[in-house]
């Protein structure tokens, strides 16, 4: 790189050089003295201010120069086209001054020859450039249809099933791939054969690169990474070809690890674009296909692949002898988010209040990218105070930060919208201490924290639900209207501040009577879209509702039916605790935030 730098200066200097001889060579010298003319000079010899003048013909005699020395020092030229006319002239504007008129002179060959020679040079340098920019751009042709995997071997800091928490069964399965790859033998001596490939599925932040990572590291073989999005380019044949570079160096370091981050970008169901038409994409597809399993030869391959897409994958290469094993990734329960959270404050200084347990209750639903995150702005949040170790009182900012948003305490908000905003929090607060299954209470503030949001109401729910019932799914959308509830009983008025709140409690029951078969009248029959998370366009276009307008009409009717039903269950609620209802609002005026403990003892 250096030494190709080092050719591009020198060239540059060169071709610097060159010009500038070319300036100096070729430049008219009358130029730059444009405004003297043959007039101007006999003006200046019959004022009596030219020292001297030389006349020079040039190589034919004829024509030439005339130049005028003037008595302050000063030199100027005068191309004339007839030389001894103009010695005549000059002798008649003064007979006394001294002209001098040269020989004509004599052209060398080497003169003569100099511009051709300095044409011929700039042609070579020009030509050696071009050919220099085409080979390094067919070097770059021919490197373009290259692998882009990097390749990781053993380099002593490595990661384990150690260092994945929260997944014991996810690690036992892919235990035995570690096993056949350290010690393949003990398997192919009965006929065993290793699975070609393993696809790790799950939502975002779940932790499946880190297993794919932690599987290199226990295997202690070469482990080659790249993206889906690696593969495809805007030129034709690309994609298939890196395909083949990367199977090729696999083979020669098997035993091995492919693993193809995102392979939803290059692995989508064939035949759904407009049209369905053969694209780049689908030839890469293609050639994955038959390098995965066709009739090459790739033992000691193993191919492990992400994504969280997995609808959209095509079904070829969900078969077995592709992907024989899918290993599903969910957000981890309670124990896990424990152990994750463990992991995570290793090298974190904690206080003695900080109880991980508790914030693995909190955190219900957090991934393990979230629990890392959480805990990295504990770490932010304890630094900034100055201190060398992390508080349960930073873990519960960092939760608020993660979960709902910075809260904008310097926002300036008119009081009569701060008491709505706690009127409107105290009531969504009171259903979640009262209903059975969405509780208790976690933190309740009305400091503003987002576009539209201007408190929020936090729970801390006991355990984490595999499922949900028809009981709970009310009580949620009871709860979500609780807000609303507040503002019409207090003010007599509402405002647009519970806008996503009946979003959120129309789309929970839409899925109760489209999805769930949870409503009597409508009965178990699915009325969803089949085909509504497909994100294909031809398919959306071709897309038809399996059912007419009489039943869409009883859907709304019916949607309604239960909201309204749970709208006037919470309402019931609120007003026979109309007394918690305004010391809740009194004391989030007087405090803005207030914790679990604090609202519970509003009930004593």
């Given at each position: 790189?250096?030494?190709?730098?080092?050719?591009?200066?020198?060239?540059?200097?060169?071709?610097?050089?060159?010009?500038?001889?070319?300036?100096?060579?070729?430049?008219?010298?009358?130029?730059?003295?444009?405004?003297?003319?043959?007039?101007?000079?006999?003006?200046?010899?019959?004022?009596?201010?030219?020292?001297?003048?030389?006349?020079?013909?040039?190589?034919?005699?004829?024509?030439?120069?005339?130049?005028?020395?003037?008595?302050?020092?000063?030199?100027?030229?005068?191309?004339?086209?007839?030389?001894?006319?103009?010695?005549?002239?000059?002798?008649?504007?003064?007979?006394?001054?001294?002209?001098?008129?040269?020989?004509?002179?004599?052209?060398?060959?080497?003169?003569?020859?100099?511009?051709?020679?300095?044409?011929?040079?700039?042609?070579?340098?020009?030509?050696?450039?071009?050919?220099?920019?085409?080979?390094?751009?067919?070097?770059?042709?021919?490197?373009?249809?290259?692998?882009?995997?990097?390749l990781h071997k053993d380099t002593g800091k490595r990661v384990t099933f150690a260092d994945v928490a929260g997944l014991q069964e996810e690690k036992d399965e892919l235990q035995e791939i570690v096993q056949f790859l350290r010690n393949p033998g003990r398997f192919t001596k009965i006929g065993a054969r290793i699975p070609k490939g393993v696809l790790l599925e799950g939502p975002p932040g779940t932790g499946k690169t880190l297993l794919a990572k932690a599987i290199a590291g226990e295997a202690g073989v070469p482990f080659f990474t790249i993206s889906g999005s690696d593969f495809v380019e805007m030129f034709v044949g690309v994609g298939a070809s890196r395909?083949?570079?990367?199977?090729?160096?696999?083979?020669?370091?098997?035993?091995?690890?492919?693993?193809?981050?995102?392979?939803?970008?290059?692995?989508?169901?064939?035949?759904?674009?407009?049209?369905?038409?053969?694209?780049?994409?689908?030839?890469?597809?293609?050639?994955?296909?038959?390098?995965?399993?066709?009739?090459?030869?790739?033992?000691?391959?193993?191919?492990?692949?992400?994504?969280?897409?997995?609808?959209?994958?095509?079904?070829?290469?969900?078969?077995?002898?592709?992907?024989?094993?899918?290993?599903?990734?969910?957000?981890?329960?309670?124990?896990?988010?424990?152990?994750?959270?463990?992991?995570?404050?290793?090298?974190?200084?904690?206080?003695?209040?900080?109880?991980?347990?508790?914030?693995?209750?909190?955190?219900?639903?957090?991934?393990?990218?979230?629990?890392?995150?959480?805990?990295?702005?504990?770490?932010?949040?304890?630094?900034?105070?100055?201190?060398?170790?992390?508080?349960?009182?930073?873990?519960?900012?960092?939760?608020?930060?993660?979960?709902?948003?910075?809260?904008?305490?310097?926002?300036?908000?008119?009081?009569?919208?701060?008491?709505?905003?706690?009127?409107?929090?105290?009531?969504?607060?009171?259903?979640?201490?009262?209903?059975?299954?969405?509780?208790?209470?976690?933190?309740?503030?009305?400091?503003?924290?987002?576009?539209?949001?201007?408190?929020?109401?936090?729970?801390?729910?006991?355990?984490?639900?595999?499922?949900?019932?028809?009981?709970?799914?009310?009580?949620?959308?009871?709860?979500?209207?609780?807000?609303?509830?507040?503002?019409?009983?207090?003010?007599?008025?509402?405002?647009?501040?519970?806008?996503?709140?009946?979003?959120?409690?129309?789309?929970?029951?839409?899925?109760?009577?489209?999805?769930?078969?949870?409503?009597?009248?409508?009965?178990?029959?699915?009325?969803?879209?089949?085909?509504?998370?497909?994100?294909?366009?031809?398919?959306?276009?071709?897309?038809?509702?399996?059912?007419?307008?009489?039943?869409?009409?009883?859907?709304?009717?019916?949607?309604?039916?239960?909201?309204?039903?749970?709208?006037?269950?919470?309402?019931?609620?609120?007003?026979?605790?109309?007394?918690?209802?305004?010391?809740?609002?009194?004391?989030?005026?007087?405090?803005?935030?207030?914790?679990?403990?604090?609202?519970?003892?509003?009930?004593?």
């Open positions: 790189m250096k030494q190709k730098k080092s050719n591009w200066n020198f060239t540059l200097i060169f071709l610097i050089v060159l010009g500038v001889i070319l300036i100096s060579t070729w430049i008219d010298p009358s130029m730059l003295h444009s405004y003297y003319r043959i007039e101007t000079a006999e003006q200046d010899v019959r004022a009596g201010t030219v020292e001297k003048i030389t006349i020079s013909p040039n190589a034919q005699g004829s024509a030439g120069k005339i130049t005028v020395k003037k008595e302050d020092g000063s030199r100027y030229e005068v191309y004339v086209t007839n030389v001894e006319a103009a010695e005549n002239a000059v002798r008649e504007w003064d007979g006394t001054l001294p002209v001098e008129v040269e020989d004509i002179p004599h052209e060398s060959i080497l003169m003569s020859l100099l511009p051709y020679v300095f044409g011929i040079i700039i042609l070579f340098v020009i030509l050696n450039m071009m050919m220099g920019m085409n080979a390094g751009g067919g070097g770059k042709m021919a490197n373009f249809g290259r692998s882009r995997a990097q395909v083949r570079d990367l199977f090729e160096d696999a083979k020669k370091n098997a035993p091995c690890i492919v693993f193809i981050d995102e392979i939803d970008a290059v692995a989508r169901r064939r035949g759904t674009g407009l049209g369905g038409g053969h694209d780049e994409r689908e030839q890469t597809l293609n050639q994955l296909l038959v390098e995965m399993d066709g009739f090459g030869v790739n033992e000691g391959i193993v191919v492990l692949a992400a994504t969280n897409r997995v609808d959209i994958l095509d079904p070829a290469i969900l078969r077995p002898g592709r992907f024989d094993r899918k290993v599903y990734v969910g957000a981890p329960d309670v124990r896990g988010r424990e152990e994750i959270l463990r992991v995570h404050v290793r090298e974190k200084p904690l206080a003695e209040d900080v109880d991980l347990h508790e914030i693995a209750r909190t955190t219900a639903g957090f991934t393990g990218a979230d629990l890392e995150n959480l805990m990295n702005e504990a770490a932010i949040s304890a630094a900034k105070a100055n201190r060398a170790f992390i508080t349960q009182a930073d873990v519960r900012r960092s939760f608020i930060k993660v979960g709902v948003g910075t809260e904008k305490k310097s926002r300036l908000v008119p009081e009569s919208e701060r008491r709505i905003t706690a009127y409107h929090e105290a009531g969504h607060a009171i259903l979640f201490h009262l209903l059975p299954d969405v509780g208790p209470v976690h933190a309740v503030s009305i400091i503003p924290t987002g576009p539209g949001a201007a408190g929020y109401t936090m729970p801390l729910p006991e355990n984490d639900n595999v499922f949900m019932t028809r009981g709970k799914l009310l009580q949620d959308i009871t709860v979500t209207l609780g807000g609303r509830i507040a503002e019409e009983l207090i003010f007599d008025d509402v405002t647009t501040g519970a806008s996503h709140d009946i979003k959120v409690a129309t789309s929970r029951a839409r899925d109760m009577v489209t999805k769930y078969g949870m409503s009597g009248k409508m009965g178990l029959i699915h009325y969803g879209d089949n085909d509504s998370e497909e994100v294909f366009l031809g398919r959306d276009l071709g897309h038809q509702r399996s059912y007419g307008e009489r039943i869409q009409g009883e859907i709304d009717m019916e949607i309604r039916r239960i909201v309204d039903e749970c709208y006037a269950r919470g309402k019931g609620i609120i007003e026979c605790h109309m007394d918690v209802l305004h010391r809740c609002a009194a004391l989030l005026l007087e405090k803005e935030r207030i914790n679990g403990e604090e609202f519970a003892s509003l009930f004593a």
